[in-house]
């Protein structure tokens, strides 16, 4: 059974901190891993990661996948209150005409002023 | 805005009633796609819609009924829920299905509770 675990699963960090979220799957077929984050409303698409060792960024997030060892993180530096979220993960596998997708429970994220 | 609207966007039913959750993509998107999201447990697959016809119905109880009477709108229909049933219900649409790399955009969800 396809399986996606994020890790922590909840953190508290102050505005200026660095943090490292964990990504970790076994699904079947491998096709791409997506990082999105919710905030009390529709998760919105953040990453997605195809290939190994190819970091994405966008301005204080960045992302990166390691197909070898079935993981992916993702980095927030310099954290503000407004990253402040639950941030899931999401893997795509094959065998299906649709992709079997499979979330993680998510990492609940706090940043206090 | 994402570009996927739900409505309505709060629903409290009882067990015995008959209501439905609509979705609408501005996208022209030609997958749609119904998530649960319940407390402390990852989003839950639904229903995969490709061109308006079900491709995956992953094990969803009958109670839960999807329709897509095109590739725009999406409904789920709901009779005789039970209270565990209670959740957010999230949809979404992607531009194709998503074993060939497209990224998915979700609506704002519709939070359902089942007195």
């Known amino acids: 059974e396809d399986k996606v675990v994020q890790s922590p699963l909840s953190l508290v960090v102050h505005e200026g901190d660095t943090v490292t979220l964990n990504c970790s799957y076994e699904v079947t077929n491998f096709r791409s891993l997506l990082w999105y984050k919710q905030e009390k409303k529709a998760p919105t698409f953040l990453f997605m990661l195809t290939s190994s060792g190819i970091e994405k960024k966008s301005g204080r997030l960045s992302s990166i996948l390691d197909k070898k060892e079935l993981f992916s993180i993702l980095n927030i530096t310099a954290t503000q209150t407004g990253d402040s979220a639950v941030y899931l993960c999401e893997a795509v596998g094959g065998g299906t005409s649709y992709g079997k997708l499979t979330f993680g429970q998510g990492t609940i994220l706090t940043v206090h002023p | 805005e994402t570009g996927v609207t739900q409505t309505p966007r709060h629903l409290v039913m009882g067990m015995t009633n008959k209501k439905s959750l609509k979705c609408e993509q501005h996208l022209g998107h030609n997958a749609m796609y119904w998530y649960k999201q319940s407390a402390k447990k990852p989003l839950e697959l639904m229903f995969v819609y490709s061109l308006e016809e079900r491709v995956e119905n992953n094990s969803v109880p009958s109670r839960f009924s999807p329709e897509c009477p095109n590739s725009s709108h999406l409904f789920l229909h709901l009779h005789t829920l039970q209270p565990e049933d209670s959740a957010l219900y999230l949809c979404?649409?992607?531009?194709?299905?998503?074993?060939?790399?497209?990224?998915?955009?979700f609506g704002e969800g519709s939070w359902l509770t089942v007195v």
């Open positions: 979404a649409s992607s531009q194709d299905l998503r074993a060939r790399g497209n990224t998915i955009y």
